[in-house]
């Protein structure tokens, strides 16, 4: 059967086979619902999905001679605890805060039926919400090291000078929610100044799925850049100023230096990453001199 629907984009369109599932999971139920739980079990699933490859390297010996602290190891008891900890924190606070996402995002104009957004327009969104998240990111994860703050808040995510992948989201509620705002806050941001403030039509403005993909993508990076692995395909090997496991695991080594989410050029423009560049050539050096002998 045919599936048709109106959109005020393209008027009435034929929508494809993914596109008419969307609809029929919304049909007759409460889209707040629908989408809280949708949104909370994709979070789970990839959040812990993308977590499996990292532990099962763990386990292999070929694998630790890509491991960034090879000096230092995870028990099962860290991780048990770990999760334990991010299972609550997922339960009891970010699950009610991803509800809360749809009646926010939809009263600013947030479209979520069907036809999806062209790729030729969400492409450009994602660069967006990945540049605004790591200049947020940066700038409140250094304020996060304020000693009072860091004392009372951000020393939960430090527990682990070694990180591991789900460690990515282990921290305070108060950090989680700081936090958060650069990940959520972004595109509602991006919306209203697309939508409002510039008028730049309704196809630049955000739809359901774009923020979902958006969300998948910073589970991903966050989960990759607490992993403690650093792979000769890893994504900072292609692309220079992408983070990575090699930057952020600095981080928690040193606690200090190295602050941004995703990209490298905030903490080269203030000098926060002089200790860790000088670090990795140290270490440069010491792997030329064995390889030398």
């Not at 999971?25 to 993308?50: D, K, Q, S």
């Not at 609550?88 to 996402?101: Q, T």
């Not at 950090?175 to 630049?204: K, R």
């Not at 903490?267 to 390889?291: I, N």
Request: hydrophobic residues 45%; charged residues 15%; aromatic residues 22%.
């Amino acid at each position: 059967m045919e599936v048709l629907a109106n959109s005020t984009l393209t008027g009435t369109t034929q929508l494809s086979w993914l596109e008419t599932q969307w609809e029929q999971m919304y049909e007759g139920r409460n889209p707040l619902i629908v989408t809280g739980i949708f949104a909370f079990l994709m979070h789970e699933l990839v959040y812990f999905g993308r977590f499996i490859p990292f532990l099962i390297c763990d386990f292999i010996p070929y694998f630790q001679r890509y491991k960034l602290q090879q000096n230092k190891s995870n028990s099962n008891d860290d991780y048990w605890n770990c999760t334990k900890k991010v299972l609550y924190s997922h339960f009891v606070f970010e699950g009610p805060l991803i509800f809360f996402f749809h009646p926010m995002a939809t009263f600013i104009g947030m479209r979520v039926s069907a036809p999806f957004p062209d790729w030729q327009y969400v492409l450009p969104q994602l660069a967006i919400f990945f540049i605004f998240e790591d200049f947020y990111h940066y700038h409140m994860h250094r304020f996060m090291h304020w000693p009072p703050f860091y004392k009372k808040v951000h020393k939960v995510h430090h527990e682990y000078a070694a990180p591991f992948g789900i460690a990515a989201e282990y921290a305070h509620p108060i950090e989680t929610m700081i936090l958060g705002f650069g990940t959520v806050g972004g595109p509602l941001v991006y919306h209203a100044c697309s939508y409002y403030l510039f008028d730049m039509g309704p196809q630049w403005g955000l739809h359901l799925v774009t923020m979902l993909l958006w969300i998948v993508l910073r589970l991903f990076q966050a989960i990759d850049a607490h992993s403690g692995y650093d792979f000769p395909w890893s994504l900072c090997h292609w692309v220079p100023f992408w983070a990575g496991a090699d930057h952020h695991d600095y981080h928690h080594q040193a606690f200090i230096g190295n602050y941004a989410s995703s990209f490298r050029w905030w903490d080269y423009l203030f000098g926060t990453d002089v200790k860790y560049r000088a670090y990795r050539k140290r270490q440069a050096e010491e792997r030329r001199k064995l390889k030398s002998n």
